[in-house]
């Protein structure tokens, strides 16, 4: 007599429940809950703040996908300013991501072409009445498709991504949407310098 639910002492339901995909884990630094909070420890964070230690709330997300390119950029909001922090894949590898620090230094409608050297102008801490001059040279355009998500929803766009660099190692990346241009300025910061308190997602409905 077979047992019930065996077929060959197998459980049929322990098959069947086996058969199905298992989701997979999502990386740390990956796809980020918005209202998630993000806490940064780098050393510009110590020197705006004089805090070791500073708390963001995470109000928009970017994911930016191409042939050569897997980026997130999260846009973390306090009372008083807006901070971008980077995610990139390394390319090569499976679980391997570089982590950045940008601000947004300027939106514009696109004039001419941008050039291959771009000049911008910071204030000088020690010298208010003087700036400094820091040169960008153009390493590569990108093409990719971003999705933007904010709490009214999900965009997604055609974009081209113009890769800027200092021989300081500092950078910049423009983001050309249509005739709109949006230029980020940062540097690379370590892992240690982020830690993460992801919100609770809501569950998605069944159908």
Not at 37 to 57: C, P, Q, R, V
Request: charged share 35%; aromatic share 10%.
């Amino acid at each position: 007599m077979a047992l019930f639910g065996r077929k060959g002492g197998k459980s049929l339901f322990g098959r069947r429940k086996n058969a199905e995909p298992k989701k997979p884990e999502r990386h740390e630094l990956v796809d980020i809950p918005l209202e998630s909070m993000i806490e940064l420890s780098d050393i510009i964070t110590y020197e705006e703040t004089g805090n070791t230690s500073h708390a963001f709330k995470l109000a928009i997300r970017k994911k930016y996908e191409g042939d050569s390119i897997r980026r997130y950029m999260y846009h973390i909001r306090d009372a008083e300013e807006e901070v971008v922090i980077g995610v990139d894949h390394v390319a090569g590898t499976k679980d391997d991501y570089e982590i950045s620090r940008w601000i947004v230094d300027d939106e514009c409608e696109l004039g001419d072409p941008l050039p291959d050297v771009m000049t911008l102008y910071f204030p000088n801490p020690e010298n208010e009445n003087e700036d400094i001059a820091v040169e960008y040279n153009r390493q590569d355009v990108v093409t990719a498709t971003l999705t933007l998500t904010n709490p009214e929803g999900e965009e997604k766009f055609d974009v081209e991504l113009h890769e800027y660099a200092t021989e300081n190692d500092e950078y910049m990346s423009i983001e050309r949407c249509g005739d709109w241009l949006t230029f980020y300025v940062g540097v690379l910061i370590t892992r240690s310098d982020i830690e993460i308190y992801p919100a609770m997602e809501a569950p998605s409905e069944r159908t």
